[in-house]
C-alpha cells in the first residue's frame, strides 16, 4: 500500500517539474451560459449551519482553497480559503480523467464509439497503421478506463516522454503489455492519453470542440483552461482548470445521474456503469474505505454511504454521494510528495464529516 502511494507521490511530484517544459500551458475557450447554481437560500433538506461549522473549521487545513457542497441541486456550502476566490480557474490535475470518462459516454451513446470491447487497434486505425504487431494495440477501451490494460509504463522513467512526446500515440504505442499485469489495476496515465485522440478520430472534431458541444456548455461552463499535448490535443490525463463551482457542477451532474437541471447531459447508464466498483484499488484516503475503482472514478464507502470520487493530485476531489442526493467539492494546494498522503488524509476527513451532517 505506502509502495504504490509513494509512486503516486513521484509522479505528481514530476508533473509539476516537466509542465514548463510543454507547449502553452493554459489554452482558453468559453461556452454559451445556460444559468448557474439555483437560489443559495432554496430549501434543500440540510443543516446549513451545521455545515457552515465544518466549513469554518476546515481552515485548520492549510492547504485547502475551496470547498463547495450541493444538496438537492442547491449550493449549500461554499468557502474559499488562503486567499483564493470564485472566480480563479483552478488546476484539479487527474479530475481531467473523469471528466474524459464523461465524454467517453456520451459518445457512446451518440453511436460514435461501438462499445466497451473496441480495441485501440480499430479505434485509431491511422496509428495502428503505423506500428503494426504492437502489443498496445490489443488494449480495450474497457481496460483503458479501468487501468487493467497491462502497459508497461514506469512513472519514474517515462513520465517526462509522454508528457513532450512529439507523437503521443506512437510513444504509447512502443510500449511493451504484461500479461501478468493485464486485469490488474495499475494507474497509468499513457493508457489514459489514447482517450483524448480516440475521441477525435470518434467525433471528427478537436476535443476542445467536443468538451464544450457535450459537456462544458450544457452545464453552463463558460471558462476553462487545459493543457495541449504536442500533438495539439487537450491531454486527457491532466491538465484542467476549473473555477471551483463549476468542478461542483461536474460533480452534481454525476450525483444526480447525469441530469443538470431538465437536461440529461451524460447517459444515466453510464454514470452509474462508471461509477460503479468494477477493479479493487491499491490507493485510498482515510477514513474512505472499501476504494475501488470504475471507469476513471474511484468508488467506496464514507461515513457508511457509498461514494464515487474523481481525485487529482492534492486532493482535488469532487466526491458525490447519489443516496443522499450530494456533491462536495476541494481544491487545493499541490503538496510536496512527501506531503501528499497527509494532506489527502486531512481533506477526505473534512468531506466525511460533510457527508455525515448532510443526512
Known amino acids: 500500500m505506502r509502495k504504490q502511494a509513494s509512486r503516486r507521490e513521484f509522479v505528481s511530484g514530476g508533473l509539476a517539474l516537466v509542465a514548463g517544459a510543454l507547449s502553452p500551458l493554459a489554452s482558453g475557450f468559453a461556452a454559451e451560459s445556460s444559468g448557474d447554481w439555483t437560489d443559495p437560500r432554496a430549501d434543500a433538506g440540510i443543516d446549513r449551519a451545521a455545515i457552515q461549522r465544518v466549513l469554518d473549521d476546515a481552515r485548520s487545513v492549510t492547504a485547502l482553497r475551496s470547498i463547495l457542497v450541493v444538496k438537492n441541486g442547491a449550493l ?51 496509428s495502428a497503421s503505423k506500428a503494426p504487431g504492437a502489443a498496445a494495440l490489443s488494449i480495450t477501451l474497457e481496460q483503458i478506463l479501468n487501468d487493467t490494460s497491462g502497459l508497461v509504463y514506469d512513472y519514474r522513467v517515462d513520465q517526462r516522454a509522454l508528457d513532450t512526446a512529439e507523437d503521443p500515440v506512437a510513444f504509447v504505442l512502443g510500449l511493451p503489455v504484461d500479461p501478468q499485469k493485464v486485469r490488474r489495476w495499475v494507474y497509468n496515465d499513457a493508457a489514459i492519453s489514447l482517450l483524448s ?42 491538465g484542467l482548470r476549473l473555477r471551483a463551482r463549476d468542478l461542483a457542477k461536474i460533480g452534481w451532474s454525476i450525483a444526480n445521474d447525469g441530469r443538470w437541471g431538465d437536461k440529461q447531459i451524460v447517459p444515466k447508464d453510464w454514470v452509474r456503469t462508471s461509477t460503479s466498483f468494477h477493479v479493487p484499488t491499491t490507493w485510498s484516503a482515510a477514513p474512505m ?5 470504475g471507469y476513471l472514478w474511484f468508488t467506496g464507502s464514507l461515513s457508511g454511504h457509498p461514494v464515487a470520487w474523481a481525485w487529482g493530485y492534492g486532493a482535488q476531489f469532487a466526491v458525490v454521494v447519489p443516496s443522499l442526493r450530494l456533491a462536495v467539492t476541494t481544491t487545493a494546494t499541490n503538496p510536496h510528495p512527501r506531503d501528499l498522503n497527509a494532506q489527502n488524509n486531512a481533506v477526505m476527513a473534512v468531506v466525511a464529516q460533510i457527508v455525515a451532517v448532510a443526512v
Open 197 to 238: 485522440p480516440i475521441l477525435v478520430q470518434a467525433q471528427g472534431m478537436s476535443i476542445d470542440q467536443l468538451a464544450q458541444r457535450d459537456l462544458f456548455r450544457p452545464l453552463g461552463i463558460e471558462r476553462v483552461e487545459a493543457t495541449r499535448d504536442k500533438a495539439g490535443n487537450f491531454m486527457s490525463y491532466r
Open 76 to 126: 449549500v456550502g461554499e468557502q474559499y480559503y488562503g486567499g483564493a476566490t470564485a472566480s480563479d480557474l483552478q488546476g484539479v490535475n487527474s479530475v481531467t480523467k473523469s471528466v474524459a470518462s464523461m465524454l467517453v459516454g456520451i459518445a457512446i451513446q451518440q453511436g460514435r464509439i461501438k462499445g466497451l470491447s473496441e480495441t485501440v487497434a480499430t479505434l485509431l486505425p491511422s
Open 289 to 293: 474505505q472499501k476504494t475501488g475503482y
